[in-house]
């Protein structure tokens, strides 16, 4: 697909972070910091623009070969950046760091996803696909994953869940965060709703809290069926399952499968 023509007047957006961001439209060299919304550009069919990607960048599977990997989300390399001369850098005000974000932004158009919600995440996927010319594929995109996901059904009586991130030290994901809503709409009561992000939570605590369902992510902490006693241990009652963190933290074009893994999911649990 050849390269759109250069725009003779840029486009002027708002980012989610309400941060004002000239973006020559349509944008030619891109670079994501964010890996669900590196996979969210290729899904809008935008893969040969994209000329820089993080090493956490997994999906698609030739991302990481068809742009040049640029380090962390945490830690990219300013100088790998800059021998790519974007014209468009999107980011996320969680997974990336202000200051990097700040020395990006003071040379390059930057534009800053943050979400917490399913509604911002469609808003993000909208916005991304007016930035880059790809409306008319990003609302379609976004309106398929909100019907998927408004169709769940309803939990009359939504058992307690306790949603892990992280061991040593135990993290779960609490108030405020996008997983937070996903738990819900997945037909779950957050265990840990009375606390805000991702808090540290010790083992006597998850004792006293004693959900009924314990939820392992596969990511950022590779929890994996060799911790289910562990847990057990801890909660003898609950029922204790490794779930697909992707599937329940990624909030670009993934969510398309978000609704059937929860459809699938809540006839095991």
């Known amino acids: 697909m050849p390269l759109p023509p250069v725009s003779s007047l840029p486009l002027t957006v708002t980012d989610q972070m309400s941060r004002r961001v000239v973006v020559p439209f349509p944008p030619r060299r891109i670079v994501s910091l964010v890996p669900s919304q590196t996979e969210l550009l290729f899904d809008l069919g935008l893969g040969e623009r994209v000329v820089g990607v993080t090493k956490f960048c997994i999906h698609p599977a030739q991302a990481r070969t068809t742009a040049t990997v640029i ?9 790998k950046i800059e021998e790519l001369q974007p014209d468009l850098i999107i ?17 390059y158009p930057v534009w800053m996803s943050d979400i917490s919600t399913l ?3 469609l808003d993000m996927i909208r916005r991304v696909g007016l930035l880059t010319g790809q409306k008319e594929q990003a ?4 309106r398929e994953i909100q019907v998927s996901l408004a169709e769940l059904p309803p939990v009359a009586e939504p058992p307690t869940a306790a949603y892990f991130i992280w061991r040593n030290p135990y993290m779960v994901a609490a108030d405020g965060t996008f997983i937070d809503d996903l738990l819900r ?3 779950f009561q957050n265990a840990f709703s009375a606390q805000s992000r991702y808090p540290e939570i010790s083992a006597e605590q998850l004792r006293k809290t004693a959900p009924q369902h314990i939820l392992l992510s596969s990511e950022p902490y590779p929890f994996s069926d060799k911790h289910i006693a562990e847990f057990q241990a801890l909660c003898p009652q609950a029922n204790i399952q490794i779930v697909d963190g992707e599937l329940f933290s990624w909030y670009g074009s993934r969510l398309r499968h978000t609704a059937a893994y929860f459809q699938e999911f809540l006839q095991k649990s």
Request: charged share 35%.
């Open 71 to 79: 380090g962390g989300t945490k830690n990219f390399h300013l100088e």
């Open 91 to 107: 980011g996320n005000k969680e997974e990336n760091y202000q200051e990097g974000i700040e020395q990006l932004a003071a040379k």
């Open 119 to 121: 509604d911002e995440a």
């Open 139 to 142: 609302e379609a995109l976004a």
């Open 185 to 187: 709409r997945a037909g």
